[in-house]
């Protein structure tokens, strides 16, 4: 029977009605005087001017958002906004839409005399959508989340039953009545597929262009929920979320163009009058399953290239992370239609029901314990998969490493995001000749980490309290082996505010050097010569990346290249998957493919072959009928061909000419 999709949901009955309360006096600002709350208010209005079921800027009561916000600003971002809004306000009002309306124009264009337009477009436009649309206020929080239902649901109504509509909520797919809630969002992804397959990539990238706008407009609200949720620093949140999100959509926006067009390859000399290329094509649906330590940028980035590479996507955020409607919202705002992008909540149980779909690709980010089950569940139906797994990563000190560099490195490559990163320094050697200074300035510079999640602290607490006893399982195994904390040493093992714990005297016997400790533990220990370091660096069962750290340029580049690993930082930590450029994956237990850089938007592609030749009477010389005679031919055209030298070459060419009259002649005489 069909289903027809893309209906949006009626709004639902308890929203609140809406208020124009345009006439009604304004609260004041404890920050922006009369006249510049008024400006922003009519700004507000102009791009926000509200809908049937929601209020327009004023009436959304923005203004305490904005009193909220305005302490985090830097006081000479206020000074400029409020100099901003004394200008604007003296201009009429047609030439203030006139001046939106080109700062918008001016957004998605590149040219570098418009930077004045973009930035008003960034800072004004973005501000007014970031107030409007902040999750955190009351009054129009739930207008929005509300606004997003249309996303969250799909409408499985049958032709001529009205009462038998039936929804499947995205965000509790489980508890849908319907059993084939999996074909109905395969469906819906295979009907948006067509429309977004059929797009040039630089209308796309018009799509990722307008969401990368959005991003930098909205990033405090995206921090602000990416800290509530997943406990980390606000700095880790801009660095990881935002900054980062932007740089990758940066990397799409300045490349994808080109990489995915037609790539001619040269045609062997054997084949002449042939050409040859490499077409990029959609592969069809990508399922995205990704985990929480970094949830934005796990979603934002991986659905940009497979969006850009012309699929359809299902998106399954992480249980304790789920940023319940900020995707979809962001990628609303960016133009994109209900369908090209389907964020399904839910737990491991819904991962693995969306595999039963069917996808034309499983993108996977999280542990190797949950990267194999799906491996083996995508084997059985043959579904290409790339796993993006975990690490335990090596850093490793020579004795010419600058030490305060050192130090620095090894302690934000050991506790950024608490240490919940896939590429955190999880062991770290130093050279026997600088271990006891190093080990001196590390342990004083850890006990200065300040633990919160507001603007001036270090490390935010753990995700949960099952990952915080997962270290503290494995910091108390290393400590009953002879293992001893040289900080940290107050942690209750409770605490999700886990202090930094440097421990030495561990071994790689012991279970906390050989499974992912996920947390603030940097154990450390000394090395005497470069092969040990690298024998090492190298027992471990993982292999995503590692990093060198030596004055001695050619020393750390054998090094590097000595390690089995997909990435390897020499001097730097942490810095590979910063690049978009390269490619980002592991080897061993660290995973099966590449993410990021050309390699990585290619493999979201069906990179077809193609071979073309004009039309002809021709025979090739392989083809049927055979004969003793065009065997002897076919061999001295190959021994002519890959013989080398000169005379092997005239062989081949008298030998091509002579099967090719053969052929034609053998095929018209017929057998
Ligand atoms: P996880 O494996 O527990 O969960 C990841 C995702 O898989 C979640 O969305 C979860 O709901 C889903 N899932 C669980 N069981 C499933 C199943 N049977 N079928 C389908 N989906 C299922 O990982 P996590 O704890 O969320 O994340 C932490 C791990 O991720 C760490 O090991 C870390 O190293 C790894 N990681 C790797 C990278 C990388 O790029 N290599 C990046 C970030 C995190």
Not at 157 to 180: R, S, W
Not at 202 to 209: C, G, K, S
Not at 615 to 630: C, F, L, Q, V
């Amino acid at each position: 029977m069909e289903i027809p999709l893309h209906r949006l949901n009626p709004a639902p009955a308890h929203r609140p009605p809406l208020t124009m309360a345009v006439d009604m006096p304004l609260p004041a600002s404890r920050f922006l005087d009369a006249v510049e709350l008024a400006t922003l208010n009519r700004i507000g209005d102009h791009l926000c001017p509200g809908q049937p079921d929601l209020p327009s800027f004023s009436a959304a009561g923005v203004v305490s958002e904005f009193d909220r916000i305005a302490p985090g600003m830097h006081p000479r971002d206020l000074a400029d906004l409020r100099l901003l809004l004394h200008f604007i306000a003296r201009l009429p009002s047609p030439f203030l839409m006139g001046l939106l309306k080109l700062s918008h124009a001016a957004s998605t264009c590149q040219w570098p005399v418009l930077a004045v337009l973009r930035q008003m477009e960034i800072g004004l436009s973005g501000l007014c959508y970031s107030l409007y649309y902040g999750f955190t206020q009351p009054a129009s929080g739930p207008l929005i989340r509300d606004a997003l239902h249309w996303d969250a649901t799909i409408s499985t109504e049958l032709p001529g039953e009205n009462e038998m509509t039936e929804l499947i909520d995205l965000a509790n797919p489980l508890k849908t009545t319907q059993d084939d809630w999996v074909s109905t969002i395969y469906q819906r992804a295979q009907t948006a597929q067509q429309r977004i397959g059929a797009m040039p990539v630089a209308e796309r990238l018009n799509y990722l262009r307008r969401l990368k706008n959005i991003l930098l407009a909205r990033r405090e609200e995206i921090v602000g929920q990416v800290v509530k949720e997943s406990g980390k620093s606000r700095f880790d949140a801009l660095v990881g979320e935002i900054f980062a999100v932007c740089d990758g959509l940066d990397y799409l926006l300045k490349n994808a163009g080109k990489l995915l067009k037609d790539e001619k390859v040269p045609t062997s000399i054997a084949m002449m009058g042939k050409q040859s290329r490499i077409c990029y094509e959609p592969l069809g649906t990508v399922l995205i399953i990704a985990p929480w330590n970094y949830p934005f940028n796990q979603a934002i980035d991986p659905i940009a290239i497979s969006f850009v590479t012309g699929n359809a996507t299902i998106f399954k955020p992480s249980e304790l992370t789920p940023l319940t409607g900020l995707v979809e919202s962001v990628l609303q705002q960016a133009g994109f239609e209900p369908g090209w992008v389907q964020v399904v909540y839910g737990d491991g149980q819904v991962g693995s029901q969306l595999i039963d779909g069917k996808p034309n690709k499983i993108f996977f980010t999280g542990s190797v314990a949950t990267g194999r089950k799906i491996a083996s569940k995508a084997a059985v139906s043959l579904i290409p998969v790339e796993l993006e797994l975990g690490g335990k990563d090596p850093m490793l000190v020579f004795e010419d490493a600058d030490l305060e560099r050192a130090v620095a490195g090894a302690l934000w490559g050991g506790l950024t995001n608490t240490g919940q990163s896939c590429t955190a320094v999880e062991r770290l050697y130093v050279h026997e000749a600088i271990y006891d200074t190093f080990k001196a300035k590390l342990v004083a510079r850890a006990r200065q980490i300040r633990i919160g999640i507001d603007l001036d602290d270090d490390m935010g607490p753990m995700i949960s309290d099952r990952q915080t006893a997962i270290v503290r399982d494995l910091v108390e195994d290393a400590e009953r082996h002879g293992a001893r904390r040289l900080t940290g040493e107050q942690w209750n093992g409770i605490d999700r505010r886990i202090p930094p714990i440097i421990l030495e005297g561990s071994s790689h016997a012991m279970r906390i050097n050989q499974e992912e400790i996920f947390g603030p533990v940097i154990p450390i220990f000394r090395f005497r010569t470069e092969a040990e370091a690298i024998q090492l660096a190298n027992d471990s069962s993982f292999g995503l990346s590692a990093s060198v750290w030596s004055k001695d340029m050619t020393r750390a580049e054998r090094v590097a290249r000595a390690l089995v690993t997909g990435n390897v930082s020499i001097n730097n930590v942490m810095v590979t998957e910063g690049n978009h450029y390269l490619p980002f994956g592991g080897t061993r237990d660290s995973g099966i493919g590449r993410y990021k850089g050309r390699y990585g938007l290619h493999n979201f592609c069906n990179m077809k072959s193609m071979m073309m030749e004009k039309m002809s009477g021709k025979i090739e010389a392989n083809w049927y009928p055979y004969t003793a005679e065009k065997y002897r031919l076919f061999d001295q055209l190959t021994t002519g061909l890959y013989g080398g030298g000169l005379s092997h070459f005239v062989r081949f060419a008298k030998a091509g000419l002579g099967i090719e009259s053969l052929a034609a002649k053998l095929w018209k005489k017929g057998r």
